[in-house]
């Protein structure tokens, strides 16, 4: 028997769900069979974007913020902005 491979998804297409998804306009089981994934996926992937949210806005130094040498604010800004994707990547 074959093992079928796992589907990965790339950031872009994970952040266009969790938008999808906090707009509330449609019910969790109709944005997932418009992208053609399972209701939990959509559900999983905006509890990781909120709670990713919440800890970048709560002030909390990041792990490049608590190193010796402190980054330029445009770099800090920027890992900002990545740290969202990265949060809705997972």
């Known amino acids: 028997m074959v093992k079928k491979a796992r589907k990965r998804y790339d950031a872009a297409f ?26 939990n996926q959509v559900s ?4 990781q974007a909120v709670s990713g949210l919440r800890e ?16 330029p604010s445009s770099l800090r800004c920027a890992v900002k902005v990545d740290s969202i994707r990265l949060f809705i990547k997972l």
């Open 44 to 47: 999983q992937w905006k509890q």
């Open 56 to 71: 970048l806005l709560s002030g909390k130094p990041s792990k490049l913020e608590t190193d010796e040498e402190t980054p």
């Open 14 to 39: 994970k952040e266009k769900v969790v938008l999808e998804a906090m707009k509330e306009q449609k019910t969790l089981s109709q944005i997932a069979s418009e992208f053609g994934i399972h209701a």
